[in-house]
């Protein structure tokens, strides 16, 4: 039987997980019981948010028209900058992609970064302009600006819609015509990639593999390139999709490998598995361990719920090698949990997931970088706690990761966002010209970017910038903390580390707008926001209780229903300092827009 193995690389939302559902429709593989939109997200919240965190893969069985039978393994990719790792893995898991571009978009910053992934892998490209049922497709237009920028021939170009499944016969026919079969030799010592794994509550942790070279099946002997740790196989198989159990797996099968594997962390993405008797000394280049990089506090509202929170963090970790979290205590907060995260999507949704499927009300505190930091004594080390940022005079240098960032974007919006980018200490490295629309470059600090920078890329150019990012590594900066004081008590999970030009304005920001949220009290509250026991800022808590019912004019009841129970929803997630009780946006202060 001839194999194919592929995946989906898209810009998000230009239509990977639709397609890849009437490609499963097309072949049958998609039974009346489970056909429901997106099979592939298999996480309640992706199917929400729409985006994929894990990578999925699934075994199809194609004929052609002219009766010849293939197995067809395709492999969904995290289209996010969040998971840019990982798709590089699941892209070495296959010889070809499908590249979507939607033809009411046309190419943005994401598709060029998954393409020049998949041109690194050395992989074949169909290029497929998606979603030409929409009426503001310009699909040939769509497939000029693919030659255009990532030099891929537009009469390649396959035109298709996930949506009414026009064109998925033709990119069925290309995938077995343009991308090559797996090579490997099946007799050879076993060499197997890592690309994706999950925790299973009786099998441990099942590894999904790509075999480079050789044979896998129960009972073999294997080790662990990175750590050397050795298992046993225990169960091997398919994806079908769900997990199939088979007899093996060979050169240029993808698969999973159930070998008893207790701990996530010692099956990580991007390692390589060995026979025991026959080591290799060639594994898969460039392993990684996941490492996070955005940190931030994680607190229950409720103290009692401390515990449950540890369960839950232990649960996650076991499906997310790239998640971490230590106990922490705020003098504020309590007890809770310092974390660790590959981005801020991924915060985003792990805090998501923890509200939703483990039912806990969570104060996060605002996100920190790793800060590398040589005392006057010489010593060096790391920090991304605020707690544990020394004071000034006992510091010499302070530096702080960097980024090359990429924006896509019309170019009637470049003024705006290169202002927005000078603003965030960014120098700019290229300005490229792609037709009508632009690409920057810039190194910008790593920080600059976790406070509201996104929202504010998408505003001030009506929704058309797309950006990634990749860490560049540390440059110095003139960083200082910011604590803030209410009540004339420290708060320490307030605390920001930030640079020195931007903490007056910023320190303005947080106490004006915790002065805004705080509910006044019998006596009017002093916020400030202070450097080294300098008040840089101060705003005042009147002394009044708050009527929110004093917006509405008129009588609209619902309007009025809805605030009020805005206000019963804020009341839950109130955390009390000192003498005053603090809403949890006030730990978000520091990251609105306004
Ligand atoms: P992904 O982020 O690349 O996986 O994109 P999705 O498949 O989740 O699609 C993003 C959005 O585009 C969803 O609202 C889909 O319903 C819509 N969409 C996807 N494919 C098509 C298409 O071919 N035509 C139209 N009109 N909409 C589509
Ligand atoms: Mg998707």
Same mark, same amino acid.
């Given at each position: 039987m001839q194999v194919r193995n592929f995946s989906i690389i898209a810009h998000?939302?230009?239509?990977k997980s639709t397609l890849a559902d009437r490609i499963l429709e097309h072949l049958g593989a998609m039974g009346e019981r489970d +056909?429901? $939109?997106?099979? !592939?997200?298999?996480?309640e919240l992706e199917r929400e948010r729409g985006i994929t965190i894990k990578s999925t893969p699934v075994r199809l069985n194609y004929t052609r028209p002219n009766g010849e039978k293939y197995v067809l393994n395709l492999i969904d990719t995290p289209g996010h900058v969040d998971f840019n790792y990982e798709v590089s893995r699941s892209l070495a898991a296959c010889e070809g992609v499908l590249l979507l571009v939607d033809a009411s978009q046309g190419v943005e910053a994401q598709t060029i970064v998954n393409a020049y992934l998949a041109i690194d892998s050395g992989l074949d490209i169909i290029p497929v302009v998606n979603k030409?049922? /929409?009426?503001? #497709?310009?699909p040939e237009g769509a497939a000029q600006e693919l030659e255009d920028v990532?030099?891929?021939?537009?009469?390649?170009a396959i035109f298709a819609s996930g949506k009414t499944g026009v064109g998925v016969p033709e990119i069925l026919e290309a995938i077995v015509e343009r991308i090559p079969s797996p090579p490997g030799?099946?007799?050879?010592p076993l060499k197997a990639l890592i690309f994706d794994s999950v925790f299973d509550a009786y099998q441990g942790v099942i590894v999904f593999v790509r075999v480079l070279e050789g044979q896998l099946k129960p009972k073999d002997k294997i080790t662990l390139f990175s750590n050397g740790k050795h298992f046993e196989v225990d169960k091997v198989g398919t994806f079908s999709p769900g997990l199939v159990v088979g007899e093996s797996l060979t050169a240029g099968d993808v698969g999973w490998v159930a070998a008893?594997? +207790?701990?996530i962390h010692d099956a990580q993405v991007g390692d390589t598995l060995m026979e025991r008797e026959r080591?290799?000394?060639?594994? =898969?280049?460039g392993f990684k361990p996941a490492q996070p990089v955005v940190f931030s506090g994680l607190y229950p509202t409720?103290?009692?719920?401390y515990r449950k929170l540890r369960e839950a963090l232990e649960k996650l970790k076991l499906n997310d090698a790239a998640f971490s979290f230590e106990p922490e205590t705020s003098e504020a907060l309590g007890f809770g949990f310092r974390c660790g995260f590959l981005g801020l999507l991924h915060a985003e949704i792990i805090q998501e997931r923890l509200e939703r499927e483990y039912d806990l009300d969570l104060i996060a505190t605002a996100p920190a970088v790793i800060y590398r930091i040589t005392l006057s004594n010489g010593e060096i080390f790391e920090t991304q706690n605020p707690a544990e940022f020394p004071t000034r005079d006992r510091v010499d240098l302070i530096e702080e990761p960097y980024i090359k960032l990429s924006v896509m974007l019309p170019?009637?919006?470049v003024g705006p966002v290169m202002q927005l980018l000078q603003e965030r200490r960014g120098s700019m490295v290229t300005m490229n010209y792609l037709g009508k629309r632009v690409e920057l470059i810039y190194e910008v600090? =790593? #920080?600059?970017? /976790?406070?509201?920078f996104h929202d504010r890329l998408k505003s001030i150019s009506r929704g058309y910038a797309s950006m990634d990012y990749e860490i560049i590594g540390y440059r110095e900066g003139e960083l200082v903390k910011v604590d803030i004081y209410v009540n004339n008590e420290?708060?320490? #999970?307030l605390a920001v580390i930030v640079h020195e030009d931007r903490a007056y304005p910023l320190g303005r920001k947080i106490v004006d707008k915790m002065a805004e949220v705080i509910p006044r009290q019998m006596w009017p509250v002093p916020v400030q926001a202070m450097i080294g026991g300098k008040i840089i800022a101060r705003a005042t808590v009147k002394a009044f209780r708050k009527?929110? !019912? #004093? +917006?509405?004019?008129?009588? $609209?009841i619902s309007r009025k229903k809805k605030l009020l129970d805005k206000q019963k929803k804020g009341k839950a997630r109130m955390k009390q300092i000192g003498t005053v009780e603090v809403p949890q946006e006030a730990f978000l202060a520091v990251l609105s827009t306004e």
């Open positions: 998000v939302d230009h239509g +056909k429901r $939109d997106q099979t !592939l997200d298999t996480l030409i049922d /929409l009426p503001a #497709a310009d990532v030099g891929i021939p537009a009469e390649d030799d099946p007799d050879a008893g594997i +207790k701990d080591p290799i000394t060639d594994p =898969f280049p409720d103290t009692e719920a170019e009637e919006h600090p =790593f #920080a600059e970017i /976790l406070y509201d420290i708060v320490d #999970a009527d929110v !019912l #004093a +917006k509405c004019y008129g009588g $609209d």
